[in-house]
C-alpha cells in the first residue's frame, strides 16, 4: 500500500456563471465540488494505475466530510486524521461570457498540537503493511516546519521509503532525514537541477533528486543523472508541459518496484503528458503511445 499525506487538503468548489457583474447578485449555472490538494491529485493517478493506496493527511467539518467523500466516489481509499476546524476552499468563479476564471483561496485551519499528536499516531499506523510514503504539498502556517522531517523519520523506522514534493524550510528539513525521493519546487531559472545543489543533497544522503520544469525532468543519483522529455512535436501546441503532481506519481511505483532510472523516467513523463486534469484523469490510450515518444539522455555536466 502506498501511502500519500496531504496536510493542506482544500475543497474546490467551482462557480459557472454566464456573465459575472461585479458589487451584483449573478446566477451560477452551475455548481462542481473537488478534493484538491497535491497529496490527493498523486493519490488519484495511482489509484487509477491500479495501486494499492491510500490518501491520508488532515480534514475536517463539512469541507473535510466532502474531500473524503469526493476521493470515495472516485475509488480512493482515505484515512484522514480528523481536526476540529474546518478544512480550506477553494472558491473558482468562472465568467463564460470573458472565458475567466477568479479564485478565491480560504486560509489554512489551525492544526492544534493534541491534532498533530493524533497525525502521528494514526501516520505509524498506516506504515505498517505501507510500501512509500509519499509528503506533498504546503503545510498549515500552524504546523512545525519539521513535520514533514518527523513524518519520514518514521517511514525510514519501518524501512518504508519517503519521497518528498515540498518546498522551503519543510524540504528543507525533510532532507536531512535522507528521504528516497525528493523533489524540490525551485524557481524556473533552477529547474534544470544546478549540479551543486543536487551534488550536495545526495552527498547528504538523499537517494535521488528530480528537478521538474515545464517541458523535461531532471534526475540526480550517486549513480548517474538522466534528463527526459517529449519529443518536439508534442511540445508544440499553446500550453506545452504537463502536470507535475501526475509526474510524481509516475515516479513513485518505480522507487518501490526498483525499476532502473530510465524505465521509471519513460512511464512518469508520459503519465504526466496524459493526464487530463486536476480529478485524476488519465488518457490510457494517449499514455500509451507517448511512451515511445519520451527521449531519455545524460545532460551536460
Same mark, same amino acid.
Given at each position: 500500500m502506498i501511502v500519500t499525506v496531504t496536510l493542506n487538503p482544500a475543497l474546490h468548489v467551482a462557480y459557472e456563471a454566464q456573465h459575472v457583474r461585479l458589487g451584483r447578485a449573478n446566477l451560477v449555472c452551475r455548481v462542481r465540488y473537488r478534493a484538491g490538494g497535491r497529496g490527493l491529485a498523486v493519490a488519484r493517478v495511482l489509484h487509477t494505475f491500479g495501486h494499492d493506496v491510500?490518501?491520508?493527511? /488532515?480534514?475536517?467539518?463539512?469541507?473535510?466530510?466532502? *474531500?473524503?467523500? %469526493?476521493?470515495?466516489?472516485?475509488? +480512493?481509499?482515505?484515512?484522514?486524521?480528523? *481536526?476540529g476546524m474546518e478544512s480550506r476552499r477553494v472558491l473558482e468563479v468562472a465568467d463564460a461570457a470573458s472565458g475567466q476564471t477568479t479564485t478565491f483561496?480560504?486560509?489554512?485551519?489551525y492544526i492544534t498540537t493534541e491534532e498533530l499528536g493524533r497525525l502521528a499516531a494514526d501516520y505509524r499506523a498506516l506504515m505498517d503493511g505501507a510500501t512509500a510514503a509519499v509528503l506533498c504539498g504546503s503545510l498549515? %502556517?500552524?504546523?512545525?516546519?519539521?513535520?514533514?522531517?518527523?513524518?519520514?523519520?518514521? =517511514?525510514?523506522?519501518?524501512? *518504508?521509503? =519517503? *519521497?518528498? %514534493?515540498?518546498?522551503?524550510?519543510?524540504?528543507?528539513?525533510? /532532507?536531512?532525514?535522507?528521504? =528516497?525521493?525528493?523533489?524540490?519546487?525551485?524557481p524556473a531559472a533552477h529547474a534544470g537541477g544546478p549540479a551543486a545543489h543536487a551534488g550536495a543533497l545526495i552527498a547528504g544522503g538523499v537517494g535521488a533528486v528530480a528537478y521538474v520544469s515545464s517541458d523535461a525532468v531532471r534526475v540526480v543519483t550517486a549513480e548517474g543523472e538522466w534528463q527526459a522529455r517529449l519529443a518536439a512535436r508534442e511540445?508544440?501546441?499553446?500550453?506545452?508541459?504537463?502536470?507535475?503532481? =501526475?509526474? +510524481?506519481?509516475? /515516479? +513513485?511505483?518505480?522507487?518501490?518496484?526498483?525499476?532502473?532510472?530510465? %524505465?521509471?523516467?519513460?512511464?512518469? +513523463?508520459?503519465?504526466?503528458?496524459?493526464?487530463?486534469?486536476?480529478?485524476?484523469e488519465v488518457d490510457l490510450d494517449r499514455y500509451e503511445a507517448l511512451l515511445s515518444e519520451v527521449s531519455i539522455d545524460s545532460p551536460p555536466a
Open positions: 491510500t490518501a491520508a493527511g /488532515l480534514a475536517g467539518g463539512a469541507a473535510g466530510e466532502m *474531500i473524503r467523500a %469526493d476521493l470515495a466516489a472516485a475509488g +480512493v481509499a482515505t484515512q484522514f486524521t480528523k *481536526i483561496g480560504e486560509p489554512a485551519p498549515p %502556517d500552524s504546523l512545525p516546519p519539521e513535520t514533514y522531517a518527523t513524518l519520514a523519520s518514521y =517511514a525510514a523506522d519501518a524501512g *518504508i521509503p =519517503a *519521497i518528498v %514534493d515540498a518546498g522551503g524550510s519543510a524540504l528543507l528539513h525533510a /532532507l536531512t532525514r535522507r528521504p =528516497a525521493l525528493a523533489v524540490p519546487e525551485l511540445q508544440s501546441g499553446p500550453e506545452p508541459g504537463w502536470s507535475r503532481d =501526475a509526474m +510524481v506519481a509516475g /515516479l +513513485v511505483p518505480g522507487i518501490v518496484l526498483g525499476w532502473s532510472w530510465p %524505465d521509471m523516467l519513460r512511464h512518469a +513523463v508520459a503519465l504526466a503528458a496524459a493526464d487530463g486534469g486536476p480529478g485524476g
